[in-house]
């Protein structure tokens, strides 16, 4: 059965802080690794990582995969409040079935 | 572009009622998903459909959950008899096709089994 776990469960941070977030995973065939946002109610997508060593980069956010080591870690610099959500780390496997963590929450105080 | 629609956004029943839940994906979207999120866990999924046709409900628990995309386009999600561990938020999810990886989520139905 796929796994994907998540660390820290839960993290507070100050604005300005600079976080990284964990994602293990065990997956038979794997296709992708992604990362969602989730505040309020729906995931809104954020990366989507297949080759290792290849930093994907949008804005302050930031995100790496280790296929050989199975992980993979998503950075965020510079937190604002508005960075305050649950961020879920997925894993596909080649029937296109996604397996999610239970998510990082993460809280940044003005 | 429309968003992931999904109705009604929020259900409370007594166990052992029926309830069921309404979802219409991004227009042209080939593949729907349906998911269970109990509070504290990530999405788990219940049922991927690709046009009408099922993809995987290995998760599905068929004894009192049912869903169809009868025609290829929007989805319902019935359960038949309720149970106190379904209350959860079910969201619906699309993609454009298997192979394009990112998903879309609807904004999702809170039901709470009382």
């Known amino acids: 059965e796929d796994k994907v776990v998540q660390s820290p469960l839960s993290l507070v941070v100050h604005e300005g802080d600079t976080v990284t977030l964990n994602c293990s995973y065990e997956?038979?065939?794997?296709?992708?690794l992604l990362w969602y946002k989730q505040e309020k109610k729906a995931p809104t997508f954020l990366f989507m990582l297949?080759?290792?060593?290849i930093e994907k980069k949008s804005g302050r956010l930031s995100s790496i995969l280790d296929k050989k080591e199975l992980f993979s870690i998503l950075n965020i610099t510079a937190t604002q409040t508005g960075d305050s959500a649950i961020y879920l780390c997925?894993?596909?496997?080649?029937?296109?079935?996604?397996?999610f963590g239970d998510g990082t929450t993460l809280t940044v105080k003005p | 572009e429309a968003g992931v629609a999904q109705s009604p956004r929020y259900k409370i029943i007594e166990k052992r009622q029926s309830v069921a839940f309404w979802c219409n994906p991004i227009?042209?979207?080939?593949?729907l998903y349906w998911y269970q999120q109990i509070l504290g866990q990530g999405p788990k999924l219940l049922i991927q459909?690709?046009?009408?046709?099922?993809?995987?409900d290995s998760q599905l628990p068929k004894d009192r959950f049912s869903a169809e995309r009868l025609k290829g386009v929007d989805s319902t999600l019935k359960i038949q008899p309720a149970k106190l561990e379904d209350s959860a938020v079910y969201l619906c999810?699309?993609?454009?096709?298997?192979?394009?990886?990112?998903?879309?989520f609807g904004p999702g139905t809170r039901l709470t089994v009382t």
């Open positions: 227009s042209g979207h080939a593949t």
């Open positions: 997956v038979t065939n794997f296709r992708s």
């Open positions: 459909f690709q046009n009408n046709g099922v993809v995987d």
């Open positions: 997925a894993v596909e496997n080649n029937a296109g079935k996604s397996t």
């Open positions: 297949t080759s290792s060593g």
């Open positions: 999810a699309s993609s454009l096709a298997p192979s394009k990886h990112e998903q879309y």
